[in-house]
């Protein structure tokens, strides 16, 4: 076997290949509201991969997968949130979320009928957050209407909104407004939620008088 040259180990590229490597751009974000998914998918997985083999000096899974999740941007990162893995979060791998992706943007032929079926019966669960019941409703608008435009999708997801949410007041104040498009509905249901939680940090109004009387006035010893 051939000496190494001084300064070199195996494994580690010279510093020219290093230069070259960190003048890699990465790749753009995935466009998953293009009209052919599946085929924006297929190339930036592939452009994903070769920026990974080149980029990547360590190449260990978790590092991998984190950087995967950044390189497809936020709104990847929501539907992630969303995919049905067979792995525990402590056992998946990169391979893993490339399936689940793979799934998503490759779906099979599906009974349009029970995907409908399954968006009109979404609701919001006691406790869900709200963030994720709105992802939820996107990601299933986008399977059950692909030929329709993206105002069409949104006005479905607005209405399921309103029929779906678990807070009743919150319903009766949306539906009191007329010409809200969905980010709008979106901002007022935040703001709502918001106000409520700042609520219930507030003390009541009648165990603070009733702390204020026993300062001023102790209870007796006996009583």
Request: charged share 30%; glycine share 6%; hydrophobic share 35%.
């Amino acid at each position: 076997m051939p000496d190494m040259p001084a300064g070199e180990s195996v494994g580690v590229p010279p510093p020219a290949a290093v230069d070259c490597i960190a003048q890699l751009k990465p790749p753009g974000k995935l466009d998953f509201d293009s009209a052919s998914l599946s085929n924006s998918w297929k190339g930036w997985k592939e452009e994903v991969e070769l920026y990974m083999d080149l980029a990547m000096a360590v190449k260990d899974e978790k590092t991998k997968m984190k950087l995967f999740l950044y390189l497809i941007g936020s709104k990847g990162r929501e539907i992630y949130e969303t995919l049905s893995f067979t792995s525990g979060p402590d056992d998946r791998n990169l391979s893993h979320i490339l399936e689940g992706f793979e799934a998503h943007c490759n779906p099979a032929k599906k009974n349009e009928t029970v995907e409908r079926y399954k968006f009109f019966q979404r609701f919001q669960e006691p406790g869900e957050p709200f963030e994720r019941f709105v992802t939820d409703l996107k990601v299933l608008a986008s399977t059950i209407i692909m030929q329709f435009w993206n105002s069409e999708r949104f006005i479905l997801v607005h209405d399921r909104i309103i029929c779906g949410i678990q807070d009743k007041q919150l319903r009766e104040d949306l539906l009191k407004e007329s010409n809200l498009n969905l980010e709008k509905y979106l901002r007022t249901c935040r703001a709502a939620l918001s106000k409520d939680q700042s609520k219930m940090l507030e003390p009541d109004q009648g165990e603070v008088h009733l702390v204020k009387d026993n300062q001023k006035h102790p209870p007796k010893p006996g009583r």
